[in-house]
């Protein structure tokens, strides 16, 4: 069977793929403001939702959960945002979006999530050995409920994330650019600030920490041909991140407080090894001989 991707080279890119319509700027426009328009028609829904279910967020004050669920749920109205403007101003729907393969590819996304979570479990095995006090589970009422919904609704976080910044906005800035090469460099620079700032900090160095994973997620993007190794890695850092929830009091917030460690950059860089790994198993799957099977990457 021929290979599943050709070989990543600007020509085949998956940041390539809007380049082929007209007025690449006019579609940039009606692009972003499609995916804002739509994201905050669907994030209100669900508010209203929201309120009928719990009540009025401010004065009823609705059980930590509900905000937890519907927060999330918000992230998913978002993702169905980026698909609905890639649709509507590319032609181009979930599909295809998603990767050059023209389909989200399950065992491609299956493969480098197992890549994903070794660094965390690695990281924090190694926290438990140096401090075993500060990973100590205490099992609370709501611990059940609040590891199903970490489970079941934080991929939505990440996932919208990353076919809204990585996935449409990086695809329409790399058409908007006359050059193919320039359009590619452009696209990572812009998404990669585009998705520090959307985090909303100000601390120089945690700006610094996401635009680098973020440029990290651009190149895996870029050289797999799809999404599907960025939203492993960001489902598995979110998914980690907040699986401390559960064990809380739920008073303290499990993000940032501004603040980098040592320990976030020792992930970042074993999240930088982990890519360099993906990126090595899908040139392998991408040149498997015929008669050796379907590869994920197909």
Known sequence: ??????????????????RSVDRPIARLAAGLAGVIVLGLAGAAAVTGLRQAVVGDPVAASPEPPAQFLFGNLQF?????????????VYRQGFGRLSSVAGRLRWGWLALASGLAVLPFLAFNAAQY????????????????????????????QAAAEEYVTRGLLGRMVAAAVPSARAGLVTSCLVTS?????????????????????????????????????????????????????????LTASPLNDGRTTGWDWAVLAATALVFWLTD??????????PGHGRSALS
């Open 129 to 156: 050995v140096l401090d075993p006090t500060t990973t100590v589970a205490h099992w609370r009422d709501h611990s059940a409920l609040i590891v199903t919904l970490v489970v079941t609704t934080v991929p939505l």
């Open 280 to 289: 090595r198993l899908a040139a392998r799957l991408r040149g498997r001989p």
């Open 193 to 249: 600030l585009a998705f520090a700032a959307l985090h909303g900090y100000t601390s120089p160095t945690l700006l610094a920490y996401q635009f680098a994973w973020a440029a990290m997620a651009w190149w895996i993007t870029h050289r797999t041909g799809g999404l599907e190794a960025a939203i492993a890695a960001h489902c598995a850092n979110n998914v980690m991140t907040y699986l401390t929830v559960p064990w809380s009091d």
């Open 76 to 88: 998913g109205a978002i993702l169905a945002a980026a698909v609905a403007t890639s649709w509507l």
């Open 1 to 18: 069977m021929p290979p599943a991707l050709p070989p990543p080279e600007p020509s085949h890119s998956y940041y390539l793929a809007y």
